[in-house]
């Protein structure tokens, strides 16, 4: 018997529906924060601080997006605090997918459970 699903469209199970509007999310802009045109973690003074790059689509097609984009993230994070030491810690996103309790695996899930 098949779960029932909690997500939008089955063919993009990373996108999550809680069904309820949230009401006075709006913020204001910060007009006085200066933002340059472009930045790029890839190259911050001829330094990567960037991780590798993963493929949730090999071998086969797995709704995984939400366990790679936050496990990389971290990792870049960290990478990031650690001034691009090598070597690279490089956190696993099966671990997210087989161990968090509140999302379905390959089946789709959240950033937010999983931070």
Known sequence: MDKPS???????????????????????????????????????????????????????????CWAHATTSALSDRIKIARKAEWPDINLAPQNVISCDMECDGCHGGGHLEAF
């Open 6 to 64: 909690r997500y939008n469209d089955p063919s993009a199970p990373c996108k999550k529906t809680s069904g309820k509007k949230i009401e006075g999310n709006q913020r204001e802009p910060l007009n006085h924060v200066f933002v340059p045109d472009d930045f790029d973690w890839g190259n911050v003074n001829g330094v990567n601080y960037l991780t590798n790059m993963r493929n949730q689509h090999v071998p086969t097609y797995c709704g995984s």
